[in-house]
């Protein structure tokens, strides 16, 4: 069954230094898509950071990166020189390329909280 | 240029009452879908429209929930017969198309309180 866990509910981190949220995922669909996203207190949620099954390199979108493990069916994101702004929950979400559903499903997700 | 939309912000209402919920997405974007945030069941999808095809409607929780997009534009989800249980944040998101690489940009959400 399509699943996405995050294992960490709570992290912490200096200001500048770099963090790793984990997330694995469990399909059985050879296609998927798997996204970040980032919802600040505020409530909105905020586009991250794709990164395709098929794709051979790790994405990357400025001080965003996605280090995928295929054969581990993992997915974790790196921040790097970490924000206050940063301080939010963060979301692991996945779609499946087969069925036309559009459905993402997401993990519980992660407070980060940047330390000045 | 605008995001998606969704009004009201906040809404209020009683057990047993109907509520409509409304959602307007980014021009262009051929693809909407919704999903609903709860403290006890994380983020869940209900519903995606993509174009002129048939909805996935796999996640609705009950047929007391219905939704539908007109013109292919707006979008508005109705839950008749309110419970306490329906309480929760309800966002909508849209995008440029229905692919899997096609990333969801999503709204500021409706508050959902049942009283």
């Known amino acids: 069954a399509q699943k996405i866990t995050q294992t960490q509910p709570g992290m912490f981190v200096q200001e500048k230094e770099a963090v790793t949220l984990d997330c694995t995922y469990d399909t059985s669909d050879p296609s998927y898509g798997l996204f970040w996203y980032k919802q600040p207190s505020s409530g909105e949620m905020i586009f991250l950071i794709y990164q395709g099954s098929y794709d051979q390199q790790n994405a990357t979108e400025g001080r965003y990166s996605l280090n995928f493990q295929k054969a581990r069916k993992s997915a974790n994101l790196v921040i790097s020189a970490s924000q206050l702004g940063d301080s939010a929950m963060y979301f692991c979400a996945m779609r499946e390329g087969t069925g036309n559903t559009g459905k993402l499903i997401f993990g519980q997700g992660t407070t980060l909280q940047v330390k000045p | 240029g605008a995001g998606v939309s969704q009004s009201p912000s906040n809404k209020v209402t009683e057990k047993g009452k109907d509520v409509e919920l409304r959602c307007d997405p980014i021009s262009g974007h051929t693809a909407l879908y919704w999903y609903r945030q709860s403290l006890g069941q994380g983020l869940e999808f209900l519903i995606y429209?993509?174009?002129?095809?048939?909805?996935?409607k796999s996640g609705l929780p009950s047929d007391r929930f219905s939704a539908e997009r007109t013109g292919g534009s707006v979008s508005t989800l109705t839950i008749q017969r309110t419970q306490q249980e329906d309480s929760a944040v309800y966002l909508c998101?849209?995008?440029?198309?229905?692919?899997?690489?096609?990333?969801?940009?999503f709204g500021p959400g409706t508050r959902l309180t049942v009283t």
């Open positions: 998101a849209s995008s440029l198309g229905g692919g899997i690489f096609y990333e969801q940009y």
């Open positions: 429209f993509q174009g002129n095809s048939a909805p996935d």
